[in-house]
């Protein structure tokens, strides 16, 4: 159960990053996050009127709120990291956060058994094999390599609190809203405070992007499904192991982007998606 919602995770956020970084390169990545946050808000409030998972509310959603104000952060950096890219390259570095989950799994007294062990690590350095070799480069890069560790840790931080806001679906409905709605606010604000400083806050055309918004509707809906399902595998197992899966999304975004993109992939990185794997049939037979 946990290495199934683990890898759905991964999926889901793969190709929430890899359509998140796509619509940066033509919209500014503040709008796309608040955007796509807002429409996962309303879908989100419909579920949580429609179940009744008012009656859940408690002390837990204050970690959904915490998540909330981190998660635009991290969205913000990983977008605009990806829109200078290549994803391909950029994408798997953010993995280094999952030591933000996998550390408060070991904290709580989880021991990972040896197999598991060395599934995590194969996992983890096969994904950042994955991102290839191509670490030094233009100021651009460096920028780029920047906002994704700045990103990658946000992430890891939004695993860990996300993970403890909820026991039950119906107060994962209310968690995810809860969240949702601070991204939106926070996420607001920043866009508001950016365009009185003259920042466009819209696409060089100036209109709103009407045409990106099924695409803005997916990378919001993915991103809180991935965010469901990464919360139902920590319950359902270590919360190191679920850490550890839910982090190939780099792998997807990857593939995804030498699928769409045409970017090709080094020896290095085709290996390093190999090595990621294996480590996933090493965790999932721990």
Known sequence: ?????????????????????????????????????????????VIVVSTGAWSEAGDRLWFAAAAGVVGPVALICFYKALALGPMGVVSPLGTVGVAVPVGVGLFLGERPGLVQLAGIAVAVFGVVLAGGPQLRGAPVQRQAIVLTLVAAFGFGTVFALIAEASTTVTGLFLALFVQRLVNVVAGGLALYASSRRGVPALPDGGGFPWRSLPALGFVGLADVAANGTYVIAAHHGPVTVAAALASLYP?????????????????????????????????AAG
């Not at 955007?35 to 409030?45: D, E, H, R, T």
């Not at 995804?256 to 480590?279: I, S």
């Open 1 to 45: 159960m946990t290495a199934l919602f683990a890898l759905a995770t991964s999926l889901l956020w793969g190709l929430a990053d890899f359509g998140g970084g796509l619509l940066t390169r033509r919209t500014p990545a503040l709008t796309v996050v608040v955007v796509s946050q807002a429409i996962a808000a309303v879908v989100l409030g």
């Open 251 to 283: 792998v997807v975004t990857a593939l995804a982007a030498r699928g769409f993109l045409r970017e090709r992939l080094l020896a290095v990185q085709a290996a390093g998606a190999g090595l990621a794997l294996v480590g996933t049939v090493l965790l």
